[in-house]
């Protein structure tokens, strides 16, 4: 008996089916695998967030503040004690504050970087000191902490860096409102990070100065991200303007209206910071590599430099 084959008509509906199945599946998938990176997002965000609060709940209700714990040298004593000195405000950067997290197994370095993050610079600190740890009396030096060398150091260039997630200044107003105490659920801590001064015309496709932040979760000049917030609770966005995140500027006419909060821009002036509004008590995600100046001998009142990419 002759067998029968396809027939070129029957070959070519067979064709376009499976072409219809594959544009139907294709993008189905990709939204699955987008989903699951937004998932495992939300999850590293939210492990960072319990950390802190777990420190502060043996810690005054502080969350994590490295010159508590790595403290100038005690003027009674003339020696260096483990938290029994003035603070030192110079080493309440993020990277300090996260590689003392680091140190204290409230989470690792893989934590802090998110797979999804395309800056060529960024990369996971895999040689850890943990066994650097000391915790002496000296008269002439402190203890050692954290590993000095996981650096939050955000750029495009250099030796690289080692934290996706913008977190608030330690520093301000904000420091003594959210980071001090219970942080309210309004008030976000640490997230996904975002264009210089939350500008969204750094995320155009055409724009020479294009954001790195752009593309990583949303499509081609969107921005799209995971913020947490004070009472522990992690939420996505696809702006920087939550509708719950609104704030009070002191040197605004009249000073209690509610403002908009642009999470990546530093926008409230108050008047015990010579209306500095990095020192301001608003919302403001970013990354502090290093803190430049003290003033006064006030911890709150210092200088840093915003850094973005």
């Given amino acids: 008996m002759k067998r029968r084959g396809f027939t070129l008509t029957e070959l070519l509906v067979v064709i376009a089916i499976i072409a219809i199945l594959v544009g139907i599946l294709l993008p189905a998938l990709a939204n699955a695998r987008a989903a699951a990176r937004m998932v495992d997002e939300q999850k590293r965000v939210q492990t960072k967030l319990e950390a802190f609060t777990a420190w502060a709940a043996s810690n005054n209700g502080r969350k994590p503040i490295p010159g508590l714990v790595r403290t ?69 030096e402190p203890g050692v902490f954290w590993d000095d060398g996981y650096s939050n150091k955000l750029n495009r260039e250099g030796d690289g860096f080692n934290n996706s997630y913008a977190i608030m200044p330690i520093a301000g107003a904000r420091r003594i409102r959210q980071w001090e105490r219970q942080a309210d659920s309004t008030f976000v801590l640490i997230g996904t990070r975002g264009p210089e001064e939350g500008d969204q015309s750094l995320l155009a496709p055409d724009n020479p100065d294009q954001s790195i932040t752009t593309d990583w979760f949303g499509r081609t000049g969107e921005w799209m991200g995971v913020f947490a917030f004070g009472d522990n609770h992690v939420e996505q966005s696809s702006n920087f303007y939550p509708a719950k995140c609104l704030y009070k500027d002191p040197a605004n006419n009249p000073p209690d209206e509610l403002l908009p909060d642009n999470l990546f821009k530093a926008e409230a002036r108050h008047p015990e910071y010579d209306e500095e509004p990095l020192l301001g008590g608003d919302i403001f995600l970013t990354h502090v590599d290093e803190i430049e100046e003290v003033n006064g001998g006030n911890p709150y009142d210092v200088e840093y430099e915003p850094l973005h990419d």
């Fill in 72 to 140: 100038e040298k005690d003027p009674r004593l003339d020696k260096y004690v483990p938290g029994a000195g003035p603070e030192d405000p110079l080493v309440n950067d993020h990277g300090s504050m996260l590689s003392l997290c680091i140190m204290n197994n409230l989470f690792t370095p893989e934590d802090t970087v998110s797979d999804m993050d395309p800056n060529p610079n960024l990369f996971v600190y895999g040689d850890y000191d943990y066994q650097g740890y000391t915790q002496y009396v000296s008269d002439d």
